[in-house]
C-alpha cells in the first residue's frame, strides 16, 4: 500500500486540513503518518486514519526522514510557510536533503500536493 506522510507548518496547518478534507476519498486509499500537531488536526478535521509521529520541532521531521531513508515512504506533502523563519530548519532542512537522496516524490505547495497523490493513484 502507498505510504504518504503529510506535514504543515502551524500557518499551512488549515490549508492542509481544507485539502485533506478534499481529497479525503482518494486519501483513504493510502497509508498516511503525520508529524504530531498536525496528525492531530487532521484527525479532529476529517475522518482519516492517520499514525501520529512526535510533533516537528521534537524530531517528527527527523521521524519522517528516517522512513524514508528506509524506503517505508512513497511520498510527502510538507506545506511549508517560506516566508517565517522555523526553529527546528536544520531538520527540515535534512528531510528535505533526504528526499532528494533517495527520489522520493515532495509536494511542498497544494498544487504539487494535488499532482502527488494523484499520481499515485494511477
Do not use: W
Request: proline share 4%.
Amino acid at each position: 500500500m502507498t505510504r504518504i506522510a503529510l506535514i504543515a507548518h502551524d500557518e499551512k496547518k488549515p490549508d492542509l486540513i481544507e485539502f485533506a478534507r478534499t481529497h479525503e476519498r482518494q486519501l483513504r486509499e493510502y497509508e498516511l503518518v503525520a508529524t504530531g500537531t498536525t496528525g492531530k488536526r487532521l484527525l479532529e478535521g476529517t475522518d482519516l486514519e492517520i499514525e501520529r509521529k512526535e510533533s516537528g520541532p521534537l524530531g517528527g521531521d527527523l521521524m519522517i526522514g528516517a522512513e524514508v531513508a528506509a524506503g517505508a515512504l512513497d511520498g510527502i506533502v510538507f506545506l511549508r510557510d517560506p516566508l517565517r523563519a522555523q526553529p527546528h530548519e536544520p531538520d527540515i532542512s535534512a528531510l528535505l536533503r533526504i528526499c532528494d537522496v533517495h527520489d522520493t516524490a515532495l509536494a511542498t505547495n497544494l498544487a504539487s500536493a494535488t499532482f502527488l497523490i494523484e499520481g499515485f493513484a494511477e
